[in-house]
């Protein structure tokens, strides 16, 4: 009965795992997280992106920790452990060619980032650079040795990952990954087809994603540093479906259901002109369709799709998400504007959210629920629990529990709470925009409790 009524679950990356009995930040790490869900009668885990990041700026070695700067594909080294076993040769045999639509070129990749010390494949000489045929043939044939090497890698990342993936399921537990709408520009997909991107012959940008000034904009202009799609190109939108078709046939050999992030960019998005902010522009993305079809893959490959539909512009998104029954997100947090200084309904009236949505409290790139508490005044704390009809108390740990209950028994089939919000602590994962290239501070956090540890008695269901 639990599990056909609701689904409740945690956000938190494998990174960020803490436990006694095995290494930390681990798939296997992560089996011991889901007998804790089981536990605590949870049956959902949001586990975001499992690919291996970019390299920081000015290393060979170093990569940077913020997930949606990542490759987009392949499952990230970091993961492997002393445990992780390698594959048998049938094994092997058949990981290569169930994944020979992205390893060849994933594995070459890899392999040139660490010949010549960079994935800015923009450094590369210019024929691997610009993917000459003969050139491709040579450096498989040269670098053959680290393309093995690479290959068992993932192989071994896989086996490792299918272990835990197969207890989840065994426990009814489905495991939500990420798309991130952009790609990192030095992605091993965005190499391979570069043409389908706003990039210069010589592979550097002049216009990258991120936020137009205005009033609206919340943090002012935004550069987020990826580059863009060629989406008012009509004649190459095939070809851009084929991009997200690879990322979505390889997610759902992972996970159960994906989170589209910044949805809304396939409607409008903007365009950040490095020359200058007076040179930005909003332009029209390929909308309703687009979406249609990507999520009607998805579906073909038994991969579920929810949307991140929150900020503005969203009124095409919105209809498209209802029209296909898509399930949209509704962010707590979000009910109160900081910059106006007052509630917004629509995440406000817990009572009145979709059945077909994912709830949340907070999110990973936004403030835990006791902070977000903390910033209220007697006045605000007293609007809101006459709102959502909560009991008033000075206690913010007992208010926050209180909002947890509320989001849970709210008619949302699906509710995700992050793990510092179970654990009533300020602890931050994210904060966007403020990365840097060397030494970013997001992405860090590790859980101040160790599994083993963690309270089971953690909500209160309604009948």
Not at 151 to 171: D, E, H, P, R, V
Not at 316 to 336: A, H, V
Not at 350 to 372: M, P, V
């Amino acid at each position: 009965m639990f599990l056909k009524r609701k689904r409740i679950g945690t956000v938190l990356p494998v990174t960020s795992l803490v436990s006694k009995t095995t290494e930390d930040g681990t798939f296997y790490a992560g089996e011991k997280f889901i007998d804790w869900l089981v536990k605590s009668k949870q049956n959902a885990w949001q586990v975001l992106p499992l690919h291996q990041t970019q390299l920081e700026k000015n290393s060979s070695t170093k990569h940077i920790p913020s997930p949606y700067k990542g490759y987009g594909i392949g499952l990230d080294p970091i993961f492997l452990t002393k445990e992780s076993r390698d594959p048998s040769d049938k094994e092997l045999a058949g990981f290569i060619k169930n994944n020979n639509y992205w390893l060849d070129n994933y594995t070459l990749f890899c392999s040139l980032r660490d010949y010549f010390g960079t994935d800015r494949w923009s450094k590369w000489p210019t024929d691997i650079r610009n993917r000459d045929k003969n050139s491709i043939k040579k450096w498989q044939e040269k670098l053959n040795k680290e393309i093995n090497k690479h290959t068992i890698i993932q192989a071994q990342l896989y086996f490792s990952y299918k272990k835990l993936q197969k207890k989840a399921s065994k426990n009814e537990i489905i495991l939500i990954g990420d798309l991130p709408l952009y790609l990192g520009l030095n992605s091993p997909l965005v190499w391979q087809f570069q043409d389908l991107f706003e990039i210069n012959e010589d592979g550097k940008l002049e216009k990258t994603s991120g936020v137009i000034k205005s009033k609206k904009s919340y943090f002012g202009r935004q550069v987020w540093g990826h580059p863009l799609y060629k989406w008012q190109e009509e004649k190459l939108i095939p070809k851009l479906e084929k991009i997200f078709k690879i990322r979505l046939r390889y997610l759902a050999n992972l996970f159960d259901w994906v989170r589209l992030d910044h949805a809304k960019g396939l409607f409008v998005y903007d365009s950040i002109d490095l020359k200058g902010e007076k040179l930005d522009k909003p332009l029209k993305g390929p909308g309703t369709e687009f979406l249609g079809k990507i999520t009607s893959f998805a579906h073909q490959q038994n991969l579920n799709i929810y949307a991140e539909d929150t900020g503005g512009k969203l009124k095409e998104l919105r209809e498209c998400l209802k029209y296909n029954k898509i399930p949209g997100i509704k962010i707590f947090k979000y009910s109160y504007d900081e910059k106006k200084k007052k509630f917004t309904n629509q995440y406000l009236e817990i009572d009145k959210y979709h059945s077909n949505t994912f709830a949340y409290t907070t999110t990973h790139d936004t403030e835990t629920l006791i902070s977000y508490l903390q910033k209220l005044s007697k006045t605000e704390i007293n609007i809101l629990t006459k709102k959502i009809n909560i009991q008033e108390t000075a206690d913010i740990k007992l208010l926050a529990k209180l909002i947890i209950n509320k989001v849970i028994n709210s008619p949302a089939k699906t509710v995700i709470i992050p793990i510092q919000d179970w654990l009533y602590t300020t602890d931050r994962i994210n904060t966007p925009g403020t990365e840097k290239e060397i030494d970013d501070s997001n992405w860090q956090y590790k859980m101040t409790t160790p599994i083993e540890d963690l309270p089971t008695d953690l909500y209160k269901l309604n009948n």
